[in-house]
């Protein structure tokens, strides 16, 4: 598998942006990039996933390197509510295994 | 948005006891996933199936799990004979595409006494 690496922890006040960092220097061609986040007591969610270009949704955007090996989901306000843990995986054309890392935990201040 | 169920939300089994966790993926959905989390460690890679067969497996998954879809909408792990450190968070997940986003239930929480 291709591996990422996150930061174990970042913090953030309400209302302010919020850059998380990826790094996943053994990215393949295939491999798209996705976001996940877990709230406590809850299965992981989906934030937001790209493969070259930069995304955009209601939650988040996705900056993504141009040589694919790194890669920043950013909130753009950050609320008490975004306070989770957040995972960054690679995922393969193909579907088949992956693999969640550490993740980042985020905690938001009021 | 369509939601991946899982039931029961808690199972309490006794050690050597069989288990099984069911799933109900969304209806479209091509690919299938079990993971599972212990209490304050990362979510664990059991199995991904697509196309009615298994398509990868951890070390985790060994010879005392197993995986079905036995009707085309249920999708199933059991665990033959439970060890205490089985206890865990299993989360199913489904999948329409190999690169879409994933969708993952609930979970039930598996408690092995």
């Known amino acids: 598998d291709a591996k990422t690496t996150q930061p174990n922890s970042m913090e953030s006040n309400e209302e302010e942006p919020v850059h998380l960092p990826c790094n996943h220097s053994?990215?393949?061609?295939?491999?798209?990039i996705h976001w996940y986040r877990q709230l406590p007591s809850q299965g992981p969610e989906y934030v937001i996933h790209g493969l070259t270009s930069n995304v955009n949704n209601r939650m988040a955007s996705l900056a993504i390197a141009e040589d694919r090996k790194s890669s920043t989901l950013i909130l753009h306000r950050a609320t008490l509510r975004d306070a989770a843990v957040y995972y960054c995986i690679l995922i393969e054309t193909s579907g088949s295994r992956l693999t969640f890392g550490e993740g980042t935990q985020l905690t938001v201040n009021p | 948005e369509p939601e991946v169920t899982q039931t029961p939300s808690h199972q309490v089994t006794q050690m050597g006891q069989e288990v099984i966790l069911r799933c109900v993926p969304i209806?479209?959905?091509?690919?299938f996933y079990w993971y599972r989390q212990i209490l304050g460690q990362k979510v664990e890679f059991l199995v991904s199936f697509y196309n009615n067969e298994i398509s990868e497996k951890s070390e985790i998954f060994d010879d005392q799990f197993s995986v079905e879809r036995p009707d085309g909408s249920n999708f199933t792990l059991k665990i033959r004979s439970t060890k205490l450190e089985d206890s865990a968070m299993y989360f199913c997940?489904?999948?329409?595409?190999?690169?879409?986003?994933?969708?993952f239930g609930s979970g039930t929480q598996l408690s092995v006494l």
């Open positions: 997940a489904s999948q329409r595409r190999g690169n879409e986003k994933l969708f």
């Open positions: 209806s479209n959905h091509l690919y």
């Open positions: 053994t990215i393949s061609g295939t491999d798209y």
